[in-house]
């Protein structure tokens, strides 16, 4: 659980399941591939959520991370940090018990959080999908 700061939060805290969903959708509307929500509890002290997602281009990169961190503020929810907007290949928006992850496209392959994660609990996320958020009951491992 994110803990109430006011540099950090406007009235009623939000949760991290939410703000993960919530990014999720941000860099959906920007037309984000294939975005994933990474459930970290119990595995790593550094997050309970990874938000993944990619762009074709450094372009687009940069506008998804801006738009991600636009549609949080309205919710009262600002980043603790953000690194690597400068080049753009991969912009990482720390929002304490979320991190999210904005790649571009190869950067992401070569990096492959994904495969590194693989015992995450994955929550599904789907643009056509009405109740984004719920978890995913595709198995995990093969």
Do not use: N
């Amino acid at each position: 659980m994110i803990v109430p700061d006011e540099k950090i939060r406007l009235g009623t805290p939000v949760e991290g399941r939410e703000i993960a969903v919530r990014a999720a959708e941000a860099a959906l509307a920007k037309k984000a591939a294939d975005p994933i929500v990474l459930e970290l509890t119990g595995l790593t002290i550094v997050a309970d959520y990874f938000v993944i997602c990619s762009g074709e281009s450094t372009t687009q990169v940069r506008a998804i991370a801006e738009h991600i961190e636009e549609e949080l503020a309205k919710s009262g929810v600002k980043p603790l940090g953000i690194e690597g907007r400068t080049y753009s290949h991969w912009v990482l928006v720390d929002y304490g018990d979320v991190i999210v992850h904005v790649f571009e496209k190869e950067t992401r392959a070569y990096y492959d959080l994904e495969k590194l994660w693989m015992d995450a609990k994955i929550i599904d996320v789907d643009k056509d999908t009405p109740d984004m958020g719920r978890e995913d009951k595709r198995a995990v491992h093969p």
